[in-house]
């Protein structure tokens, strides 16, 4: 059985930072390509951050670049997005994804197994 479990959500100021985990199983980790989408209150779905399998070649969307690093961890089976800089709109529930293929997606269909989230709130 797929699974995937968020955590290192919580509450933050603006500027500060969080390390967001996801702990994979059920599947061959290092072969499929993660990501981490979140959701604001009131609003759709955002693709975040991609890493492909393998090399682990990684994308960010534009409103974190510079700002949010995913790595991965192929021996611990775990991805990570660390968060710098936080901003009050960076609130959201982040959930981390698998995807189907080696490659990653913006796109929500392209992902087949979705963590429960953790709620990452920026207040001051």
């Known amino acids: 059985e797929v699974q995937l479990v968020e955590s290192g959500g919580g509450l933050v100021q603006p500027g500060g930072s969080l390390r967001l985990s996801c702990a994979a199983s059920g599947f061959t980790f290092s072969s499929y390509a993660m990501s981490w989408v979140r959701q604001a209150p009131g609003k759709g779905r955002e693709w975040v951050s991609g890493i492909n399998s393998g090399l682990g070649s990684t994308s960010y969307a534009d409103s974190v670049k510079g700002r949010f690093t995913i790595s991965r961890d192929n021996a611990k089976n775990t991805l990570y997005l660390q968060m710098n800089s936080l901003k009050a709109e960076d609130t959201a529930v982040y959930y981390c994804?698998?995807?189907?293929?080696?490659?990653?997606?913006?796109?929500?269909?392209?992902?087949?197994?979705w963590g429960q989230g953790t709620q990452v709130t920026v207040s001051s």
């Open positions: 994804a698998k995807s189907h293929t080696a490659w990653y997606s913006h796109y929500d269909y392209e992902y087949d197994y």
